[in-house]
């Protein structure tokens, strides 16, 4: 192992000095950079100061913990050694390769430097930025006195990183400390809300901004009435459009595209109007949301006539966005040739979003073909992609092919994104994955999951089977359907609140065909409704009935 990271390191010392002799290099006293012409000119720090940041990247990429000392030592003796970006990336070095000791002693020379809160800071948001939010989080806890600074530079580094339940954990501790949130803190953890659907949170949230009287602006506006929409609330995302300040386009727009998760085209569409009315001009955010908004609801002509309305009435040129959504618009509607002219036709290279786009539409009207050319034209496909083209196959019965596309998946390691789902309640985020069996209350939940499956078939609920992998026996394709972790989401939902309560799970990936049929006859059954928010948009389950009609 030790031989083979030392192999790796060979490019890393060339980026440290590639003029001179490695040799040379490690055991100078003196770091053979001459060649920047230092003489204390800004530039030439600026350029040292760069390369040094290249050569840590490449020794956290090769795991060359050799090289990382020698260039620790280098950032001391260059004067470099209070530098919190410089700091911070060799912290997570030390710690992707696995010197434990040495990124103690760097952060145990941190804190000796007694620089201040605002030094701390700026090393903080240096981890955050570089994605370890670990280490930032155990550098926060040594800080000795945080300010808000600091709260806002780790819940919104939290925010970033896509560690959202994090993030309302450490609002929730700035709340009970001494020090008052801001709107810098509100505006991140409202992100976390939103993104997490979690509508209890987003509440108290709300209350407490009330409560301290924060200012409003538009930023703020937007992000309230994206998170009550992505909480499932988009009536009270409109009441709140209502009641502020939209001369912002960024407001208008948070409010179209929460209609358009919603299936609420019509909205939409009479809420793009009315912004045109109050002249206040869409950008490009503005044309995603409403193209958004005609592919989940089949308006074909349209997405087309706003297609052309950026260029013609705006002079919006079309970004890949735009062209994403006029590829999925038409995929979804089955003209699976026209969304491939207009790929063809595109004025920017497509992007893997656009194939992904044409490849879903494939797998929905069973055309293996032309989901063979998308895939194709995907410089690294993901496992969802090739679990869309196996899928394809298996919808048309070809068992051969779609087993030949799981042993690609094999030979090229690609690994199935596992689909997970959560709820909230009572303000704690419950989340399970593909049969879960972590959970403290797993045996109660497949209780429950199994008497309502039994329920459903004999109020007549047939299991949709077709997308189960390979030609085997019903039972065994029942079996796999039954642990999707929407329903042991829903199962737990049902388990822990009264009859007629309303349940919201929310789920990384698309909902499958058996799932949304399940619990249309699950709501049914039980006289609940049921929200769930899956990868692309909300589903309103109520009376055995869905207002997407089926279309997603």
Same mark, same amino acid.
């Given at each position: 192992?030790?031989?083979?990271?030392?192999?790796?390191?060979?490019?890393?010392?060339?980026? /440290?000095?590639?003029?001179?002799?490695?040799?040379?290099?490690?055991?100078?006293?003196?770091?053979?950079?001459?060649?920047?012409?230092?003489?204390?000119?800004?530039?030439?720090?600026?350029?040292?100061?760069?390369?040094?940041?290249? +050569?840590?990247?490449?020794?956290?990429?090769?795991?060359?913990?050799?090289?990382?000392?020698?260039?620790?030592?280098?950032?001391?003796?260059?004067?470099?050694?209070?530098?919190?970006?410089?700091?911070?990336?060799? /912290?997570?070095?030390?710690?992707?390769?696995?010197?434990?000791?040495?990124?103690?002693?760097?952060?145990?020379?941190?804190?000796?430097?007694?620089?201040?809160?605002?030094?701390?800071?700026?090393?903080?948001?240096?981890?955050?930025?570089?994605?370890?939010?670990?280490?930032?989080?155990?550098?926060?806890?040594?800080? #000795?006195?945080?300010?808000?600074?600091?709260?806002?530079?780790?819940?919104?580094?939290?925010?970033?990183?896509?560690?959202?339940?994090?993030?309302?954990?450490?609002?929730?501790?700035? +709340?009970?400390?001494?020090?008052?949130?801001?709107?810098?803190?509100?505006?991140?953890?409202?992100?976390?809300?939103?993104?997490?659907?979690?509508?209890?949170?987003?509440?108290?949230?709300?209350?407490?901004?009330?409560?301290?009287?924060?200012?409003?602006?538009?930023?703020?506006?937007?992000?309230?009435?994206?998170?009550?929409?992505?909480?499932?609330?988009?009536?009270?995302?409109?009441?709140?459009?209502?009641?502020?300040?939209?001369?912002?386009?960024?407001?208008?727009?948070?409010?179209?595209?929460?209609?358009?998760?919603?299936?609420?085209?019509?909205?939409?569409?009479?809420?793009?109007?009315?912004?045109?009315?109050?002249?206040?001009?869409?950008?490009?955010?503005?044309? +995603?949301?409403?193209?958004?908004?005609?592919?989940?609801?089949?308006?074909?002509?349209?997405?087309?006539?706003?297609?052309?309305?950026?260029?013609?009435?705006?002079?919006?040129?079309?970004?890949?966005?735009?062209?994403?959504?006029?590829?999925?618009?038409?995929?979804?509607?089955?003209?699976?040739?026209?969304?491939?002219?207009?790929?063809?036709?595109?004025?920017?290279?497509?992007?893997?979003?656009?194939?992904?786009?044409?490849?879903?539409?494939?797998?929905?009207?069973?055309? #293996?073909?032309?989901?063979?050319?998308?895939?194709?034209? &995907?410089?690294?496909?993901?496992?969802?992609?090739?679990?869309?083209?196996?899928?394809?196959?298996?919808?048309?019965?070809?068992?051969?092919?779609?087993?030949?596309?799981?042993?690609? &998946?094999?030979?090229?390691?690609?690994?199935?994104?596992?689909?997970?789902?959560?709820?909230?309640?009572?303000?704690?985020?419950?989340?399970?994955?593909?049969?879960?069996?972590?959970?403290?209350?797993?045996?109660?939940?497949?209780?429950?999951?199994?008497?309502?499956?039994?329920?459903?078939?004999?109020?007549?609920?047939?299991?949709?089977?077709?997308?189960?992998?390979?030609?085997?026996?019903?039972?065994?394709?029942?079996?796999?359907?039954?642990?999707?972790?929407?329903?042991?989401?829903?199962?737990?939902?049902?388990?822990?609140?009264?009859?007629?309560?309303?349940?919201?799970?929310?789920?990384?990936?698309?909902?499958?065909?058996?799932?949304?049929?399940?619990?249309?006859?699950?709501?049914?059954?039980?006289?609940?409704?049921?929200?769930?928010?899956?990868?692309?948009?909300?589903?309103?389950?109520?009376?055995?009935?869905?207002?997407?009609?089926?279309?997603?």
């Amino acid at each position: 192992m030790t031989r083979m990271i030392h192999s790796r390191a060979k490019g890393a010392k060339k980026l /440290l000095n590639p003029s001179a002799d490695s040799r040379a290099v490690i055991n100078s006293p003196t770091p053979q950079l001459k060649n920047l012409s230092f003489n204390g000119a800004q530039a030439s720090r600026d350029k040292e100061h760069q390369k040094l940041h290249h +050569v840590l990247k490449s020794c956290k990429l090769h795991l060359d913990s050799a090289t990382a000392i020698q260039t620790h030592a280098r950032i001391i003796t260059r004067g470099y050694g209070t530098y919190p970006s410089l700091l911070a990336y060799l /912290l997570a070095v030390y710690k992707r390769c696995g010197c434990v000791t040495l990124a103690t002693q760097l952060v145990d020379h941190i804190f000796n430097s007694a620089c201040g809160v605002n030094y701390f800071n700026l090393i903080i948001e240096s981890l955050m930025r570089n994605g370890e939010c670990d280490i930032a989080k155990r550098v926060f806890r040594k800080v #000795p006195n945080p300010d808000l600074v600091t709260w806002n530079t780790v819940i919104g580094g939290c925010v970033r990183n896509e560690r959202f339940q994090e993030a309302l954990g450490m609002f929730w501790k700035l +709340v009970r400390s001494d020090l008052e949130p801001d709107g810098f803190t509100f505006s991140s953890v409202i992100t976390a809300c939103a993104r997490l659907g979690a509508l209890h949170n987003a509440q108290r949230l709300h209350c407490l901004m009330m409560k301290k009287r924060i200012e409003m602006n538009f930023i703020l506006s937007a992000a309230l009435i994206d998170m009550y929409s992505k909480c499932g609330r988009v009536q009270t995302a409109r009441e709140i459009f209502g009641n502020v300040q939209h001369d912002d386009v960024s407001v208008w727009n948070a409010m179209i595209n929460g209609l358009a998760i919603h299936g609420l085209a019509l909205e939409a569409i009479e809420m793009f109007s009315n912004m045109e009315m109050d002249y206040v001009l869409p950008d490009s955010i503005t044309f +995603v949301a409403i193209l958004k908004a005609c592919g989940h609801c089949n308006l074909v002509e349209e997405g087309r006539k706003y297609f052309d309305l950026m260029t013609s009435r705006y002079s919006i040129q079309p970004e890949i966005e735009h062209y994403g959504a006029m590829v999925d618009l038409l995929g979804r509607a089955g003209l699976l040739e026209e969304a491939y002219a207009t790929i063809k036709a595109m004025a920017v290279e497509p992007d893997v979003v656009i194939w992904r786009a044409l490849l879903s539409a494939c797998r929905t009207h069973r055309n #293996p073909e032309l989901g063979e050319v998308a895939i194709a034209n &995907m410089p690294r496909p993901r496992s969802g992609d090739y679990v869309l083209l196996s899928n394809t196959y298996c919808s048309i019965k070809k068992w051969d092919s779609a087993e030949r596309v799981r042993e690609m &998946m094999k030979k090229k390691r690609v690994r199935k994104n596992q689909g997970k789902s959560w709820l909230e309640l009572e303000g704690v985020i419950h989340q399970f994955r593909a049969g879960d069996q972590t959970h403290p209350e797993m045996k109660s939940i497949y209780r429950v999951l199994e008497a309502l499956i039994k329920r459903t078939k004999s109020e007549g609920f047939v299991p949709v089977t077709e997308l189960v992998l390979m030609d085997v026996s019903e039972e065994e394709k029942e079996g796999n359907l039954n642990c999707h972790s929407e329903k042991l989401a829903l199962a737990y939902g049902i388990l822990k609140t009264s009859p007629g309560t309303e349940v919201r799970i929310s789920k990384n990936l698309r909902i499958c065909h058996d799932c949304h049929c399940w619990i249309k006859s699950v709501s049914r059954l039980l006289n609940r409704v049921i929200i769930v928010r899956d990868r692309i948009r909300f589903h309103h389950f109520e009376g055995g009935m869905c207002l997407c009609g089926d279309y997603w």
